[in-house]
């Protein structure tokens, strides 16, 4: 399938973004006003030839070409299966926190403290605020820690991350702590990417800032 990165309307994300970030957790609320969208660019990775109008519907699925057929009491179903980007999705966050020094992965979830751990494992960091919950990844993590910690933390039908770079604090080397507001406000000013599901569970939405020449 050949997919091509499709720049997105500044005004249009955003408006996706506050529909769906504003009533979410703490992470989120503080991302809307404290980002200068402005200041970088939305884009995502979409298949070849797509109308503008498409591209920006990012609540319709039906986006990907399905990749399998269910086959059903020996006929074949008319319903396909959209196949699911988070193996490469995971590779391409990756290779972007290969970018940075001290690069932090930390992803929302909508569990609660009590049920975080269900099998994630104990190489995944887990951060507490409050009673909300979030996933990360510090410094170098292998593919396969990405794979599983994106697949823990995804839930339907709506969920983001942040990838923030020279996250120098000592905290972030250990495995099990509690973040104060200081904290998410730091992850917050070091935003190098931030990424959002998006056209029903089949895509991403993506945001970084310009680059100081």
Not at 27 to 53: Q, V
Not at 139 to 163: C, D, N
Not at 165 to 171: A, L, N, T, Y
Request: aromatic share 14%; hydrophobic share 40%; charged share 25%.
């Amino acid at each position: 399938m050949q997919m091509e990165t499709c720049v997105l309307d500044l005004f249009r994300t955003v408006e996706f973004l506050q529909e769906v970030l504003a009533d979410q957790r703490t992470l989120a609320r503080l991302l809307l006003p404290r980002i200068d969208w402005a200041k970088g660019h939305f884009f995502t990775f979409l298949p070849a030839g797509l109308s503008d109008e498409r591209v920006h519907r990012f609540q319709v699925g039906d986006i990907v070409p399905p990749v399998a057929v269910i086959y059903h009491a020996g006929q074949v179903s008319k319903e396909l299966i959209a196949p699911c980007l988070n193996d490469e999705f995971a590779s391409y966050l990756h290779e972007q926190m290969q970018r940075y020094s001290d690069a932090l992965l930390i992803l929302d979830t909508f569990y609660y403290p009590e049920e975080a751990e269900d099998g994630l494992g104990e190489d995944v960091g887990i951060a507490v605020y409050n009673r909300e919950v979030y996933y990360y990844l510090f410094g170098h993590p292998t593919v396969e820690q990405v794979e599983r910690t994106v697949s823990h933390a995804y839930m339907y039908p709506s969920w983001f991350g942040i990838l923030a770079g020279g996250m120098v604090e000592p905290k972030w080397g250990e495995l099990r702590i509690r973040l104060d507001l200081g904290d998410i406000e730091r992850i917050l000013s070091r935003v190098q990417l931030f990424f959002i599901s998006a056209y029903d569970e089949e895509g991403y939405v993506f945001w970084e800032p310009k680059q100081e020449r």
